[in-house]
């Protein structure tokens, strides 16, 4: 049988926000690139989640990349499928679509020492071969969904909410919710509205501000399609106040208190049992897990149809659903709004460094990374948006672009030494760890009193960059080369 092989100097996995990034950056620099992409649409997690009132909480302007910005955003914050077609409008303008191999699963990718290249087996049998790998895979796409004793048995429809099911007409039907994280929390009304039970778990409370979301006027969006530079200046100045709040996040965490009677002030405007207030107030710091944005929310979970129970399902059996106090909610419908696997979507692809190094084993018992973009044992490969390489209090494209645009910078440094591959050195890796380990410990993330997916069990203590954006930005503007080893292939 024979084996199709394609062959190219850098191939990105991922046609989401990070893929499309780098590709950018890529094709600026008459890069021979292409991109591999299991699904039939670029977008990612904004084309994957289509759950009623999905949006996105950081601005619109903001949340595009400073090279292709959009004029006629509708409102404040945009929505899922306007975020998507910017998406799909960048991929075509920018003549990126016949680069990308749409409906393309990659399963494994193996460094081949002797010829300096990546080797990339796909699910369908065609081999790519490289001499640079960038991952764009992300890390909001493979969902958490938790098992369950007596699962099969239940009987009604079960989904997660980034694989909503269109076809099921909720209305009248007791609908039981899991999880009030970020998709949760928008989810809720939507399904308070539409169901004539509905039952939400959850296992912490989360601090939910108002999101001050109106439609953009005509006349604002007339002003930046005519001069574009006020609305770059507009963009700067959604930026820097964000990068100043981000100061209390991960410098000055007591500065967070001030937000946190906004809440409650919200809660006991809303809820008019004084026992659903307290279940819904935080037992954690602000800031210390995502803060959410809605206006619907707590007026949602105030409706007679709707009912909170702390903590997690334990158990299912026909028809209903099983609290932690054994207590049976009766049901029809199932919704996880129960996050991701931050790692999942790197753990699907087998990956293997020098010596046969599998990336999974690396990064036992915690992801561990150089300046969030490369890891020692990988030559020649990089990671965007991956662990230590965003934030969560601003958009993650400020990151994306600093990323991309750094790996271009390490393409170039490896052509000028004429040397076939880099790769970072492990002291340079372990100075990283420990800078961030330092540093994070000083942030609401690591003292709020809570434990969440932001914390890891790796040498850093985390996955985030625990610093501002500006930070992150300035040290991404070279390559330190002295950080690096540049190898010929033929002594790998």
């Not at 590709?23 to 699904?39: G, P, Q, Y």
């Not at 709707?306 to 029809?332: Q, S, W």
Request: hydrophobic residues 40%; contains cysteine.
């Amino acid at each position: 049988m024979t084996v199709d092989v394609i062959r190219t100097e850098a191939l990105v996995i991922g046609a989401g926000i990070s893929g499309l990034g780098q590709a950018v950056e890529l094709a600026k620099a008459r890069v021979d690139f292409l991109i591999l992409e299991k699904a039939h649409d670029v977008g990612g997690t904004w084309r994957d989640n289509t759950y009623p009132g999905a949006s996105c909480d950081v601005e619109s302007h903001l949340y595009a990349y400073s090279y292709d910005r959009n004029p006629d955003w509708s409102s404040t914050y945009a929505g899922q499928a306007e975020i998507l077609a910017y998406l799909q409008g960048i991929a075509r303008r920018r003549g990126l679509l016949s680069r990308i191999r749409f409906g393309t699963r990659v399963t494994g990718a193996r460094w081949e020492a002797a010829a300096g290249e990546w080797t990339v087996s796909t699910a369908a049998g065609t081999t790519y071969v490289s001499r640079f790998l960038i991952l764009g895979v992300g890390g909001l796409h493979a969902p958490r969904i938790p098992e369950l004793a007596g699962a099969e048995t239940f009987g009604g429809h079960v989904w997660h909410s980034s694989n909503w099911n269109h076809e099921v007409d909720l209305t009248g039907k007791r609908v039981t919710l899991v999880g009030v994280g970020a998709s949760g929390v928008q989810i809720v009304p939507h399904l308070a509205e539409r169901s004539s039970e509905l039952t939400v778990f959850q296992r912490s409370a989360a601090w939910v501000l108002p999101k001050a979301d109106v439609p953009v006027s005509e006349w604002r969006r007339r002003m930046f399609r005519l001069l574009p530079w006020t609305q770059a200046l507009y963009r700067l100045r959604v930026y820097l106040r964000r990068e100043k709040r981000g100061f209390g996040f991960h410098h000055r965490p007591d500065a967070l208190r001030v937000a946190e009677p906004v809440v409650i002030r919200q809660i006991e405007t809303h809820i008019d049992d004084p026992e659903l207030r307290r279940k819904l107030i935080p037992d954690y710091r602000f800031g210390c897990k995502r803060v959410l944005f809605s206006n619907e929310y707590y007026p949602a979970l105030n409706r007679p149809n709707v009912r909170v129970v702390t903590g997690r399902p334990v158990a299912l059996k026909p028809g209903a659903v099983i609290d932690e106090e054994g207590t049976e909610h009766r049901t029809d419908v199932i919704i996880y709004a129960t996050g991701f696997d931050v790692l999942g979507s790197f753990d699907r692809i087998r990956i293997e460094g020098l010596r046969g190094q599998l990336l999974a084993d690396a990064w036992r018992p915690g992801p561990r990374t150089y300046n969030g973009v490369a890891v020692p044992g990988f030559p020649n490969m990089f990671i965007i948006l991956g662990p230590h390489g965003a934030v969560p209090y601003t958009g993650v494209v400020v990151n994306v672009e600093a990323q991309a645009r750094y790996v271009l910078r390490a393409i170039r440094a490896t052509r000028s030494a004429r040397a076939g591959a880099l790769v970072v050195r492990p002291d340079a890796e372990q100075r990283f760890q420990e800078e961030i380990r330092e540093r994070f410990q000083h942030t609401v993330w690591s003292v709020g009193g809570c434990r969440s997916w932001y914390q890891s069990d790796g040498p850093s203590g985390t996955v985030l960059w625990p610093d501002s954006t500006l930070q992150y930005r300035w040290r991404l503007r070279r390559v330190r080369q002295r950080d690096y080893d540049f190898i010929a292939p033929a002594t790998l």
